[in-house]
T-cell receptor, first 110, second 114 residues
Framework: SQQGEEDPQALSIQEGENATMNCSYKTSINNLQWYRQNSGRGLVHLILIRSNEREKHSGRLRVTLDTSKKSSSLLITASRAADTASYFCATERRDDKIIFGKGTRLHILP | DSGVTQTPKHLITATGQRVTLRCSPRSGDLSVYWYQQSLDQGLQFLIQYYNGEERAKGNILERFSAQQFPDLHSELNLSSLELGDSALYFC?????????????FGSGTQLSVL
């Protein structure tokens, strides 16, 4: 498969809790990105972390990258109902292809 | 609104037919990507164009072809359609400055092959 893997496939949490999603990939990368997709709509870019970075923050988002383990995590703090969506990691490989995983479906419970 | 326009939004056709999906990138973006999204396969990279030239190829079937025109819009042609080709097809564009490419996605074309 050309894809990475997100884990878990689905996640349900209470509003206000933190949500953590993980991504593993197979080849060396230039950067790793996270995107959000609301049901059936186009993906929206959230955050990008370069291969030489270990952690990055943007608002309520925190991304970590461990290139030795070929893995990344996305933490959403203080979740809100509007965060309900699917989240995808995408890796920009050395051959410049941008490859997506299958996504994590996040459901925020009221 | 991402600035990427895809038409049509929905397409219903029969097996064996041929269809053309169209994408207009964001103003100023030179690179166009095509992805296929299905429930069981996730988001599959098909092909990328940059300024009219093919730049990268993914798992694109031989029955599928694409091109990018001088005005930078792109078309994805799907022929000899099969039931399994039913999926959401996305186009995305980027400026392709060399580093840290962020993709801007269109709203997709939902293809149903009956």
């Amino acid at each position: 498969s050309q894809q990475g893997e997100e884990d878990p496939q689905a996640l349900s949490i209470q509003e206000g809790e933190n949500a953590t999603m993980n991504c593993s990939y197979k080849t060396s990368i230039n950067n790793l990105q996270w995107y959000r997709q609301n049901s059936g709509r186009g993906l929206v870019h959230l955050i990008l972390i370069r291969s030489n970075e270990r952690e990055k923050h943007s608002g309520r988002l925190r991304v970590t990258l461990d290139t030795s383990k070929k893995s990344s995590s996305l933490l959403i703090t203080a979740s809100r109902a509007a965060d309900t969506a699917s989240y995808f990691c995408a890796t920009e490989r050395r051959d410049d292809k941008i490859i997506f995983g299958k996504g994590t479906r996040l459901h925020i419970l009221p | 609104d991402s600035g990427v326009t895809q038409t049509p939004k929905h397409l219903i056709t029969a097996t064996g037919q041929r269809v053309t999906l169209r994408c207009s990138p964001r103003s100023g973006d030179l690179s166009v990507y095509w992805y296929q999204q299905s429930l069981d396969q996730g988001l599959q990279f098909l092909i990328q164009y940059y300024n009219g030239e093919e730049r990268a190829k993914g798992n694109i079937l031989e029955r599928f072809s694409a091109q990018q025109f001088p005005d930078l819009h792109s078309e994805l042609n799907l022929s000899s359609l099969e039931l399994g080709d039913s999926a959401l097809y996305f186009c995305a564009s980027s400026a392709l400055t060399g580093w840290d490419e962020k993709l801007f996605f269109g709203s997709g074309t939902q293809l149903s092959v009956l």
